[in-house]
């Protein structure tokens, strides 16, 4: 993959992000503000806390950062999913925001 369909593939994974945070907060009644600057997609949850989401072009990874953790994701040519586990992206972001939110979310 080019850098520039890298850029496009995750300015549409920010979309999407963007998308369910909206969701979540409709579905729970939960404050979960998504800022986006550039390649980097901010989190804040009510109490404060945050999760990063940055898109590294030169290794075109995705990388998510959590207070429990950080996680790099790699495009397998249908999902991203985890450098280490093979976990997911979607999965890892719907159970590091339900830590975050305290509340069950997909």
């Known amino acids: ?7 496009d593939q995750t300015a549409k994974v920010w979309a999407m992000i963007e998308s ?3 969701g979540w907060a409709e579905a729970h009644d939960i ?4 800022v986006r600057q550039g390649p980097v997609l ?3 949850f009510e109490s404060g806390r945050k999760m990063v989401i940055n898109a590294q072009a030169p290794m ?10 950080a996680f790099h994701f790699v495009w397998n040519g249908s999902s991203w999913q985890d450098t280490r586990q093979g976990t997911d ?3 890892v972001l ?3 925001a ?8 997909s």
């Open 89 to 91: 992206f979607w999965q």
């Open 1 to 7: 993959m080019t850098e520039s369909e890298f850029l």
């Open 42 to 44: 901010e989190l804040e």
């Open 31 to 34: 404050d979960i503000e998504a």
């Open 98 to 105: 339900a830590f975050e939110s305290g509340e069950t979310l």
């Open 94 to 96: 719907a159970q590091e």
């Open 60 to 69: 075109q990874q995705i990388w998510l950062a959590s207070p429990r953790g």
């Open 20 to 22: 369910r945070v909206d």
